[in-house]
């Protein structure tokens, strides 16, 4: 069985300044870990995903995450926030197969000018 | 780009009255899911399909919901009788049953029962 906890429902962070979105998991196998961002009255659209391979992953919009085994995290980060990066952020987690994603609640961004 | 298209974006009706939603996977997509996201539960896997199968709906309560794909272009998700707390955001999903492949989410269809 998998799950995922996001640490802080809201996070409010100055433009141009460092975001960070902590996202731990948990998984009883090998997990695909996702980041997706929703933005007022739209789907989810996927930000990044770490599947096998190389443990730091980029997406799209400057976003980039890290997957640590040892931590049970995939933290997502970007250097400099930007106006645009206000948004709800889900991370997401599945088995083998990357098929059936457990969410987990979400984190608002606000961004202060 | 390749959309999942979802209509309708808003339906209001009143309480005991059918509600259809539809949803279009991008073509090509063989694996389809249904999920309603409210403030309360957040994102929650209602059903999903896979080659036009129902794989799992231990999401739905079986009493009123009922999900369908009666072709390979089309799913649909119906609730009757709706009640009051139905009211949600639902959302359609659509992915390739290869390894990797992330799911792509339509806009929803915002729902309220009165």
């Keep these: 069985a998998q799950s995922v906890t996001q640490l802080g429902s809201h996070v409010s962070v100055s433009e141009g300044a460092l975001v960070l979105l902590r996202c731990n998991y948990s998984s009883s196998v090998p997990p695909y870990l996702f980041w997706y961002v929703q933005y007022p009255n739209q789907g989810l659209q996927l930000l990044l995903k770490y599947t096998t391979g190389a443990t730091l992953v980029k997406g799209i919009n400057g976003f980039e995450a890290e997957f640590k085994k040892s931590e049970t995290s995939f933290h997502l980060t970007k250097p400099s926030a930007h106006m645009s990066d206000a948004a709800e952020y889900f991370c997401a987690v599945s088995g083998s197969g990357a098929q059936k994603l457990v969410f987990g609640q979400g984190t608002r961004l606000t961004i202060n000018p | ?114």
């Design chain 2, 1 to 114: 780009d390749a959309r999942v298209t979802q209509t309708p974006r808003h339906k209001v009706t009143e309480m005991g009255q059918e509600v259809t939603m539809r949803c279009q996977p991008i073509l090509g997509h063989n694996t389809v899911f249904w999920y309603r996201q409210t403030m309360m539960q957040g994102l929650e896997l209602l059903a999903y399909f896979r080659n036009r199968a129902p794989l799992d709906d231990s999401g739905m309560p079986k009493d009123r919901f009922s999900a369908e794909m009666p072709d390979a272009t089309l799913a649909t998700l119906k609730i009757q009788p709706s009640e009051p707390r139905d009211s949600a955001v639902y959302f359609c999903a659509s992915t390739l049953d290869r390894l990797n492949q992330p799911q792509h989410f339509g806009d929803g269809t915002r729902l309220s029962i009165l």
